[in-house]
C-alpha cells in the first residue's frame, strides 16, 4: 500500500510543483513583456504550491529527506539515544494530529473565499488535511517500529 500511496504523492506533489513553476514564469513574461497580468495565476499557483508541498511532507518524510538536527542525539550515551528517538517520534505524532484536528476545525467554519476565483479556503486546505493525515499515519508506523525493537 505504501508504495502505491508513494506513487500518487508523488505524481500530485510534482504536477503541483510544475503547475506552480509555469503559472509563475508565464504571469511574470506577460506582466514584463506584454504588459498585463493574469489576474488568477497567482492565486491558482499559491494553491498548486500548497498542495505540492503539504502533500508532498510525508513522502519526504517516510524517504527520509527531510533536514534534521541531530546534535543533541550526539551527545547523549548510547542506551539513551533509542528513548530520545522514541520521545521525539511521540512529540511529532502529537504535533501533526494537532495540526490535522486544528485543520479540520478551521474547515468547518471557514468562510473566506480568495479575491480573483472565489475559491473556498475550505477546499483549499484539504491539502492540509491530506498531508497531514498522511504524516501522522507515517510517524505513527515509525513510532510503532521503533518501540518494537
Known sequence: MLKKLDKIEMAISCSA????????????????????????????????????????????????????????????PLKFKKYFKILTG????FLNGTILYLTLEYIKTAKKVTPVLSLKYSHINIALVIGFFFNSYIYFRIYVSRYKK
Open 17 to 76: 510543483l510544475i503547475l506552480t513553476v509555469v503559472f509563475v514564469v508565464v504571469n511574470v513574461f506577460t506582466r514584463y513583456f506584454l504588459g498585463y497580468t493574469i489576474s488568477w495565476a497567482e492565486e491558482i499557483s499559491t494553491v498548486c504550491f500548497m498542495i505540492s508541498v503539504f502533500i508532498g511532507m510525508s513522502m519526504a518524510y517516510r524517504k527520509k529527506m527531510h533536514v534534521g538536527v541531530d546534535f543533541v542525539l550526539a551527545l547523549l
Open 90 to 93: 511521540l512529540v511529532m505524532l
